[in-house]
């Protein structure tokens, strides 16, 4: 491959630029997959600690190469399971965490030196980091040594996700601490995973994904600028998230621009000087909105083209959805299938021979510069109202992506946009509509896990607890960084549901709307 890119014509190859330097429109790495494979990274959890590190490692055993944990609903909103509002949703949609126990159950026999774990955790994610530290550190794993990423990106959850607590002026500053905290003392760790995922799967189109992500990373850069960190201290652990949909130029391409446009924002609006700050490095999931429940096992096709896109745009790490997630939580089988389609990708296909295969391609250099620019109407109509948080009280977001989820459905019902086996071949007796089998999650679990946090609460020092917690409490009321007394209360035997609760009782919740 490497005469090809020499035999181009003058002007065209400047245009074109290099993978692995500035602004990166080919990829972040000059040779990209033939040095190192994307990080195969399936979410999952559910039920009990224990079940999810049964499945953690099987999913190792069969050669995922990176663990990424889904937490339960009272997880994502620091709500105990003894808390009314847990009721029947405690190990549902993901694993339910509430103490340091369950976080030691939850990676036991797993060594934290030598996997990366993505937490998918945002109003508490310096609570289960803090959890996550602390497992390693008990497993004499030096916090240096510690990789992964929290999602902790807040700002969607208002417009696109839902699992916020506090509002956005003292949850931007727990951001902050993290970056601040991250940056000092767990080097490796990406503090954030800015996620344009959930933008698109709200029904955004791409560059109201790429837009709207990268104004949200926007809006964390001049946070942390404010707390007077500099940039080149915490952007390079900056990562991003997207969603794979089904075209698969328009996708590749959508990366392609990201990539181009935030590498001119850091370098250009932000002054950033270490090349690592300019690089925007990412997951792909691929749609969960795009799968059917009709014929299910069409899910697998679409995911695997899905993941090619995601791979001809040079995705750092990757999911792939499993087929049955239009009907429940995927079992062992459908989890292994999801993993197999990655597996396919990377050792049969061919794919990862070349780097930016699609790169000088006339279709696709034309749609990355069209969606570079129409992404970047959209950041600056962001600013022009006084930046992302602004937007969000404002209600931009919301009404965009409803716009746009409006359009989308329209087409669909007008057979404009064709989804195979539910407006175009469907067939109420395809031998494809066989039952399949989900994911149960035992009806016990609730009740079991109450007794777990109150044999944990009745075997600890309460009265240490409540002096952990009132220290939290009066650094609340300050400025100063709160990660190490989030550790201390933890230390103490603190809950996440109590941890929360003192920033709660202090910061009051979002009320949307008013
Ligand atoms: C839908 C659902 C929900 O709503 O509930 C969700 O949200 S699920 C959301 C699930 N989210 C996630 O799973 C997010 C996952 N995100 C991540 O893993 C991260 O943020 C990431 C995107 C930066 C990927 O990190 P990673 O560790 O897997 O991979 P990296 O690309 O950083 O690679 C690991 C190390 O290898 C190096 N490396 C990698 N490739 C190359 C190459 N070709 N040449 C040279 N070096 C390389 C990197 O620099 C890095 O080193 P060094 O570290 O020294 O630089």
Redesign the pocket.
């Known amino acids: 491959m490497e005469g090809l890119f020499e035999s181009l014509p003058e002007g065209y190859r400047e245009r074109l630029g290099r993978p692995g330097e500035y602004p990166f429109t080919r990829g972040?790495?000059?040779?990209?997959?033939?040095?190192?494979l994307?990080?195969m990274?399936q979410?999952a959890g559910f039920s009990t600690a224990e079940e999810s590190n049964a499945r953690y490692r099987y999913l190792l055993a069969q050669g995922q190469?990176?663990l990424?944990v889904?937490f339960d609903l009272p997880t994502?909103l620091g709500l105990d399971p003894d808390h009314p509002m847990s009721v029947g949703e405690v190990g549902r949609?993901?694993v339910s965490i509430a103490t340091l126990e369950d976080m030691r159950k939850l990676f036991d026999g797993i060594p934290l030196d030598r996997v990366?774990t993505?937490m998918?955790i945002n109003a508490p994610a310096m609570m289960l980091l803090a959890l996550y530290l602390l497992v390693a550190e008990e497993q004499g794993v030096s916090w240096d040594k510690v990789?992964?990423?929290v999602?902790n990106d807040i700002l969607k959850e208002y417009f696109a996700?839902g699992t916020y607590i506090y509002p956005p002026g003292p949850s931007m500053r727990l951001v902050t601490d993290i970056f601040e905290f991250c940056a000092r003392h767990v080097p490796?760790w990406?503090t954030i995973?800015i996620?344009g995922?959930?933008i698109r799967?709200a029904g955004a189109t791409a560059a109201q994904e790429i837009a709207f992500t990268l104004a949200d990373g926007k809006a964390y850069v001049r946070a942390a600028l404010e707390r007077g960190l500099k940039v080149d201290e915490f952007a390079?652990r900056l990562?991003?998230?997207f969603a794979a949909h089904g075209d698969i130029f328009e996708e590749a391409a959508k990366f392609r621009a990201a990539r181009r446009l935030w590498a001119r924002i850091m370098r250009e609006e932000f002054g950033a000087k270490d090349p690592?700050s300019w690089m925007l490095?990412?997951?792909t999931?691929t749609g969960?909105s795009t799968l059917t429940a009709q014929e299910p096992l069409n899910n697998v096709v679409r995911t695997a083209y899905q993941a090619l896109a995601a791979v001809l745009g040079g995705?750092?790490?990757l999911?792939t959805n499993a087929y049955d997630e239009a009907l429940g939580l995927p079992t062992e089988k459908s989890a292994l299938l999801a993993l197999r389609t990655q597996q396919i990708l990377a050792f049969e296909s061919g794919v990862t021979r070349a780097v930016d295969p699609l790169g000088g391609s006339f279709y696709v250099e034309h749609l990355t510069d069209q969606l570079e620019k129409e992404a970047e109407r959209l950041i600056q109509e962001i600013d022009a109202l006084g930046g992302a948080v602004a937007a969000v009280e404002a209600g931009y977001f919301q009404r965009a992506i409803e716009e746009s989820a409006w359009q989308f459905q329209k087409e669909v019902e007008e057979g404009k946009r064709i989804i195979v086996g539910v407006n175009r071949f469907a067939d109420p007796n395809s031998p494809l509509n066989e039952p399949t089998p989900v994911q149960r999650i035992d009806p016990e679990l609730h009740e079991r896990r109450k007794r777990e946090l109150a044999e944990f609460k009745a075997k600890r020092d309460g009265e240490s607890v409540r002096m952990g917690l009132e220290n939290l409490r009066r650094a609340a009321r300050g400025s100063e960084n709160l990660f190490p007394y989030v550790l201390e209360a933890f230390r103490r035997r603190a809950t996440l549901g109590e941890v929360c609760g003192v920033l709660r009782e202090e910061w009051g919740e979002y009320q949307p709307g008013r």
């Open positions: 972040i790495y000059p040779r990209m997959y033939l040095d190192r994307w990080t990274r979410y190469t990176g990424s889904a994502q949609v993901g990366s993505s998918t990789s992964g990423t999602q996700r490796k990406n995973s996620s995922y959930h799967e390079p990562s991003f998230f690592k490095r990412f997951h999931q969960g995705t750092q790490s999911h």
